[in-house]
C-alpha cells in the first residue's frame, strides 16, 4: 500500500507522520505499524494473519485505506496531473472530497479516522453483507424469499449487487441464492453498511465539527457515490455524509457520469476493484480504468497509467518522477580508470653483459619453431611447468661446451625453410579469417592474429567449437585436443592447423606414390577384410552398397588406409564411408600433395620461458 512512495519521497513520509499522529491520539497505534509491516518477518503464517486481520478491521482500514489514496493522489500532483471529474465508491468519496478541495489532508485523516471507529461499534443486532453475482432486479426479486431485514447497499454493475442486513437474513439470502444458481458471498465486513443499521454511526458522523460546513469544490467536479449526480452535494458536509452511510450506492450510475466527462479513469488506492467494476459497466465501450497500485508493492501499475496518460496528451513533470532515483552517470571508457599491475610499471634491470631485449627471441623463434609450432598457449604452459627446469639445466650444460667463435654450421637454413613455406601458411591463415568474418559479421581485414575466440570476437563456445570443427575439415586436419583451443587466437589455430599439415619439410622430401600403386594396396586392403578374390574387386565398388561393409568398418578401412600413408587425421574417413574404392584413393592423393606446411613461431610461453633464464655465454651457471 505505497509503500515505495513512502521509503523514496520525504514529502510521502511526511504525511505518513501526520496520520500516525492522527491515529496515535485517536486509536492508540500508529497506523504506519499495521500497514508497513515486512510480512516476510512474520514468525508464522499465524502471525501474518492476525497482522492482516488488524489491518482489516473496519477503524484502522478506513484510515489506512485514505492514506494510501492520498498518498498516490499527492504524487500526480507533484507530476503536474490534476483530474477534471472525481467520485468515489462509499469510503472513496473522502478522498474524492479531499482531491476536489472540500477537506484538506489533515481533515480528511482524522475524519477516515472517526468515521472508521464509528462504523466499528456494534449494533444492538448484529449485521453483514453479501455480494451476489447477479443484477439489481435479479436481487431485489429474492428479497422476499428472506425472512428479517435485508436492503440494497450496492449497485456495483450489471453482475454485481450487494446487500446488507441482519447476520440471520444475510446467512439465508446466500442459500436461497445458491438454490437459485446465482453465485453468493460473504463480505469480511464488521457490520451492514449502507443500510438503516448503521443508524448510530450515522448520527456520529452527523456531529463531527470540521464538517459542519458546506461544500466548497474548487479545483474539479465531483459525482455523488449515491445517485452518480454533482448535485447531491447541496447539503453540508457532515449532513451529506451521514446520509450516505445510510444510503444505497449506486456506483453504475457513478460510472457513467465519469465517462460523460472523462476519456480516462485511475483507480486511486490499493486493489484494482472499481477497475474491474468499470470494465463490467461498460466492457469495451467505455473509457479506460486503471490500477495505480493492483498489485502491492510495485510500480508496474502506475508506470502503465503514466504510459496511459502520456498516449492520452497528458503532460507530465518527468523530473519528479525520476527524484530520488539511483541513477549512476555514464562514464565513457576513455575517461574510466582501470587497474593497473605495478609490475609493468617496472623499468628493465637488463645489464651491460645481458642479450639485447629481442634478439634472443629471434634465435628461439626460427631454431625451436619446430618443437612448439601450433600448440596451444595452454599446452606449452603445461609442458614448461613440468619440464622447464629440466630443459633450463640441459641449456646451461650445453653453454658450458659452447664455442661462441664456431659460428653457425653451414646449410643450416632455418630461415631459407621457414620463407620457402611462407604462402602455404598464410594461405592457411586466409581462410581462417574468411571463415570468422562470415561467422562474427567482421571485416576480414579488421581481423589480427591475437584475436581470441571467446574474448575479442564475442563467440560462446558453441560458436567457437563449432568453428574449430569446419576449420579443421577445410583443411584436411584432426586436432588432438579441440578444447584447449576454445579460446586461442586466431593465430594459434593457424599454427596449430599448419603443424598438423605436415612435418614442416619441403614438398619433395615426402616420397611421391602413384595413384595406381595406392589403388592396388587399397585393393589389397579390401580382399583382406571382406575376403572377396582380388580379381574380383574394382576400383569403381563402394564400401557400403558394393563391398557389404557397414560404416563402421568402412570408416576404420579408409582410417587404416591413410594411416599407412601417414595421413592420420588428416583424411574424414566418415565422409567416405560409402565412397568408391576410387573416390578414396584420389581423397588419400590429394591429401598426399597438400600435406606440406611451413613452420611458424614459437609460442609466447616457450619466448617468456627463455627471457626468464637468459643470460650471456661464459656466465656461472647456477646450480
Keep these: 500500500m505505497a509503500r515505495i512512495l513512502v521509503q523514496r519521497f520525504s514529502w510521502a513520509h511526511s504525511l505518513v507522520q501526520k496520520a500516525d499522529q492522527i491515529s496515535t491520539d485517536r486509536l492508540g497505534i500508529p497506523v504506519s505499524r499495521l500497514i508497513f509491516r515486512d510480512l516476510d518477518r512474520a514468525p ?19 484510515l489506512a485505506i485514505c492514506l494510501t489514496s492520498m498518498l498516490w493522489l499527492a504524487l500526480f500532483d507533484r507530476l503536474g496531473v490534476y483530474p477534471h471529474a472525481v467520485a468515489g465508491h462509499s469510503l472513496g468519496e473522502l478522498t474524492a472530497c479531499h482531491a476536489a478541495g472540500c477537506l484538506d489532508a489533515t481533515e480528511l485523516l482524522d475524519f477516515a479516522t472517526l468515521r472508521g471507529q464509528a462504523m466499528a461499534l456494534r449494533d444492538e443486532v448484529q449485521g453483514a453483507m453479501v455480494s451476489l453475482r447477479c443484477d439489481a432486479q435479479t436481487a431485489e426479486a429474492l428479497l422476499p424469499r428472506v425472512d428479517g431485514y435485508l436492503t440494497v447497499a450496492n449497485l456495483n454493475s450489471p453482475r454485481q449487487t450487494v446487500l446488507s442486513g441482519e447476520l440471520a437474513a444475510v446467512e439465508t439470502m446466500v442459500r436461497v441464492a445458491q438454490q437459485s444458481g446465482i453465485s453468493a458471498r460473504l463480505l469480511p465486513v464488521s457490520g451492514a453498511f449502507h443500510s438503516r443499521l448503521c443508524a448510530d454511526a450515522a448520527q456520529m458522523v452527523a456531529e463531527i465539527p470540521f464538517l459542519q460546513r458546506d461544500f466548497q469544490p474548487t479545483r474539479c467536479r465531483i459525482f455523488s457515490s449515491t445517485d452518480g449526480e454533482p448535485s447531491s452535494f447541496k447539503l453540508p458536509l457532515n449532513t451529506h455524509f451521514s446520509r450516505q452511510i445510510l444510503s444505497r450506492v449506486d456506483f453504475i450510475r457513478v460510472s457513467h457520469s465519469m465517462a460523460a466527462e472523462c476519456d480516462l479513469m485511475i483507480e486511486l488506492g490499493p486493489g484494482r476493484v472499481l477497475s474491474n467494476l468499470v470494465r463490467d459497466n461498460f466492457a469495451d465501450a467505455g473509457p479506460p480504468c486503471l490500477p495505480v497500485e493492483g498489485t502491492a508493492g510495485g510500480m508496474g501499475d502506475f508506470n502503465r497509467v503514466l504510459a496511459m ?88 650444460a650445453d653453454l658450458e661446451f659452447w664455442d661462441p667463435a664456431a659460428g653457425v654450421p653451414t646449410g643450416s637454413g632455418v630461415k631459407q625453410i621457414g620463407l620457402a613455406a611462407a604462402d602455404a601458411g598464410t594461405a592457411v591463415q586466409d581462410s581462417l579469417f574468411r571463415m570468422v568474418a562470415t561467422l562474427t559479421g567482421f571485416a576480414p581485414e579488421t581481423l589480427s592474429r591475437d584475436a581470441r575466440l571467446l574474448d575479442d570476437l564475442n563467440l560462446d563456445s ?79 565398388m563402394r564400401l557400403l552398397d558394393d563391398l557389404n561393409l557397414d560404416s563402421i568398418k568402412a570408416a576404420d578401412l579408409v582410417a587404416r588406409f591413410a594411416g599407412e600413408m601417414r595421413l592420420t587425421g588428416r583424411v574424414d574417413a566418415q565422409s567416405l564411408a560409402n565412397a568408391s574404392l576410387e573416390q578414396v584413393v584420389k581423397a588419400i592423393t590429394t ?15 616457450w619466448v ?11 656466465s656461472p651457471v647456477n646450480p
Design 44 to 62: 508464522g503464517p499465524e502471525e501474518r494473519d492476525r497482522w492482516l486481520g488488524a489491518l482489516s478491521r473496519t477503524e484502522n482500514a478506513q
Design 608 to 618: 617468456n620461458f627463455c627471457g626468464r633464464r637468459r643470460r650471456s655465454p661464459g
Design 309 to 396: 496518460m502520456f498516449s492520452h496528451g497528458v503532460s507530465l513533470d518527468w523530473e519528479v518522477l525520476f527524484e530520488n532515483r539511483l541513477i549512476r552517470p555514464f562514464v565513457p571508457a576513455v575517461q574510466k580508470s582501470f587497474v593497473t599491475n605495478p609490475c609493468e610499471l617496472l623499468e628493465s634491470t637488463a645489464g651491460p653483459d645481458d642479450i639485447p631485449d629481442g634478439t634472443a627471441p629471434d634465435i628461439v623463434h626460427s631454431v625451436l619453431s619446430d618443437a612448439f609450432n601450433g600448440l596451444p598457449e595452454a599446452l606449452v604452459n603445461r609442458y614448461l611447468e613440468t619440464r622447464g627446469a629440466f630443459l633450463n639445466r640441459m641449456v646451461q
Design 591 to 605: 591429401a598426399l600433395e597438400t600435406r606440406v606446411v611451413a613452420p611458424s613461431a614459437a609460442p609466447d610461453a
Design 462 to 540: 558453441i560458436k567457437a567449437g563449432d568453428l574449430i570443427a569446419r576449420f579443421a575439415r577445410e583443411n584436411g586436419i584432426v586436432f588432438p585436443d579441440p578444447a584447449l583451443l576454445a579460446n586461442a587466437s586466431l593465430g594459434e589455430l593457424s599454427d596449430a592447423a599448419q603443424r598438423l599439415h605436415g612435418d614442416a619439410l619441403p614438398a619433395q622430401a615426402h616420397p611421391a606414390v602413384a595413384p595406381d600403386a595406392l589403388g592396388q594396396r587399397l585393393l589389397q586392403m579390401v580382399a583382406d577384410v571382406t575376403g572377396f578374390p582380388m580379381e574380383s574387386l574394382g576400383l569403381s
